[in-house]
T-cell receptor, first 112, second 114 residues
């Protein structure tokens, strides 16, 4: 089955700086890679996703890159703000599959 | 109510108790999920229901019993739990068959087993 590894487990960055979280996956059949943000007391919420037919996707301050050859994908947050502090999860799946395999999460702390 | 709701938000139970967790989705989705979230572990998929049929049971102990009476409601019945079952239990829903698989999560039930 699919295995997703996520690094780092914790990350602290100064407000305004950039943050990068990296994930690797094992199943070459995976072609859908979402990122979820979980704030305290809430369930995870999708913030961005990428499909295997593109290498990069941006949404304002958030971007995700995908390298299918190396089987890794990354989340980039620029101009970080205090409200970006949360736990971030990557996941992998393939179209038509009900199952998402999640990484172990990264606790991101933005230092004012 | 909007999105995915879960009740109760917090639950403390003894090892001999029987309790149920409830999940309701207001998104018109046809697939629902139970996940277990423990500290420093990945989200663990427990059960998947698609079109009210169970399509995945991820080797979950029989002390956890799911029920999906219709596409909007999902229950997790608990009995004779162990302390290691203490965790955050998350419910999610999605629209099966669409490209990608965006899952919408509820806020979770924080379960403590004494």
């Amino acid at each position: 089955g699919e295995n997703v590894e996520q690094h780092p487990s914790t990350l602290s960055v100064q407000e305004g700086d950039s943050a990068v979280i990296k994930c690797t996956y094992s199943d070459s059949a995976s072609n859908y890679f979402p990122w979820y943000k979980q704030e305290l007391g809430k369930g995870p919420q999708l913030i961005i996703d990428i499909r295997s037919n593109v290498g990069e996707k941006k949404d304002q301050r958030i971007a995700v890159t995908l390298n299918k050859t190396a089987k890794h994908f990354s989340l980039h947050i620029t101009e970080t703000q205090p409200e970006d502090s949360a736990v971030y999860f990557c996941a992998a799946s393939y179209f038509g599959n009900e199952k998402l395999t999640f990484g172990t999460g990264t606790r991101l702390t933005i230092i004012p | 109510e909007t999105g995915v709701t879960q009740t109760p938000r917090h639950l403390v139970m003894g090892m001999t108790n029987k309790k149920s967790l409830k999940c309701e989705q207001h998104l018109g989705h046809n697939a629902m999920y139970w996940y277990k979230q423990s500290a420093k572990k990945p989200l663990e998929l427990m059960f998947v229901y698609s079109l009210e049929e169970r399509v995945e049971n991820n080797s979950v102990p029989s002390r956890f019993s799911p029920e999906c009476p219709n596409s909007s409601h999902l229950f997790l019945h608990l009995h004779t739990l162990q302390p290691e079952d203490s965790a955050l239990y998350l419910c999610a829903s999605s629209q099966s068959g669409l490209a990608g698989n965006e899952q919408f999560f509820g806020p979770g039930t924080r379960l403590t087993v004494l």
